[in-house]
């Protein structure tokens, strides 16, 4: 018997079908409110989204006009919490030292990670080891990372003690409580806990760079540093600009270890504006002047990472 026919069996087992429910079987359905159903799921995500991060935005800029102190009425006063802030040696200061742990830190974990990441690209036994160790400093706490590293800068601390153990004890000094030595303790930490980051990205990379490119380069005569500078770079450019830009964005808004290391001193000199609108805000009452402070952070922030972007973005490729 054919497929159209049905047959004995089926003709006593299964129920008839009706014309007009093979009719329905045969019509694809009409998308209907289940087509937007998806929205609907995620309709509670976009509002806290709206509300977390745009409208606390928005209500935090608008409070960078005001003298509020947190409590009470206010007065909106224009651009003069803004006059305040630059002529104010501190904040200045302090934006210098936000300045400069997020560019020399960028360009240090940058090179430290694609280093690794290059070093464990390779067939080694052990990388996958490797790679767990090194990128474990991103998964601990900022607060306890800094706290160690506090204790290993102290002045009887385990650097100190190391120095002079190897006769080199001209060079012991109190390294946190140092002006001249505080803000590199702090990029240390910092370093040291996001080169692993970097890594995985530069990895995520490298694993996309077709291994015949390289073999053909050093087949045509390419030493290593040629193979890298002129195959392996241009290729991983999309990781570099995503590992920089995030990088940028971290040490503009450094925080929790200034608080755990230095506190913002000695003196200031580890000040940034993270720490400027925590102290202004929180411990001095001055919201307003606070608010500003993380509004010009925030347009910082966004300056750099659109600055970046188009800095790094890649270029079409020439046919």
């Known amino acids: 018997m054919t497929g159209t026919v049905e047959s004995e069996t089926e003709l006593v087992v299964l129920p008839k079908k009706s ?3 093979r009719a329905e079987a045969q019509q694809p359905r009409r998308p209907g409110l289940l087509k937007f159903g998806y929205w609907w799921w995620a309709l509670p995500g976009i509002v806290l989204v709206i509300a977390i991060h745009y409208v606390a935005t928005a209500v935090g800029g608008f409070f960078a006009f005001t003298d509020w102190s947190g409590i009470g009425d206010f007065n909106f006063i224009g651009l003069e919490n803004f006059v305040k802030i630059f002529q104010d040696p501190t904040k200045i200061g302090a934006l210098g030292n936000t300045l400069f742990l997020a560019f020399a ?14 070093g464990l690209n390779r067939g080694l036994k052990s990388r996958y080891v490797l790679r767990v160790l090194f990128f474990m400093p991103v998964v601990l706490s900022p607060l306890a990372v800094s706290y160690i590293w506090k204790f290993i800068f102290d002045y009887n601390g385990p650097l100190n003690a190391a120095l002079t153990a190897v006769g080199l004890g001209d060079f012991i000094k ?5 002006p001249t030595w505080a803000i590199w303790t702090v990029l240390i930490v910092i370093v040291w806990q996001n080169t692993g980051f970097a890594m995985v990205i ?3 990379g490298l694993a996309a760079v077709p291994v015949e490119i390289e073999e053909a380069a050093a087949i045509d005569g390419a030493n290593l540093w040629q193979r890298f500078w002129h195959v392996t770079l241009p290729s991983i450019r999309p990781a570099v600009a995503i590992a920089t830009t995030l990088g940028i964005v971290n040490g503009l808004r450094v925080f929790d270890q200034i608080m755990a290391l230095t506190a913002g001193g000695p003196a200031g000199a580890t000040e940034t504006l993270a720490t400027q609108v925590y102290k202004q805000s929180f411990s001095l009452g001055n919201f307003g002047y606070g608010a500003a402070l993380a509004l010009l952070l925030t347009l910082i922030i966004l300056a750099f990472a659109l600055v970046q972007q188009r800095v790094t973005n890649g270029r079409p490729e020439e046919s």
Not at 174 to 178: E, F, I, K
């Open 202 to 204: 530069y990895m995520a």
């Open 174 to 178: 109190p390294w946190v409580a140092d």
């Open 105 to 118: 830190s960028v360009v240090l974990s940058n090179i430290a990670g694609l280093a690794i990441a290059l």
């Open 19 to 21: 014309g007009r429910r």
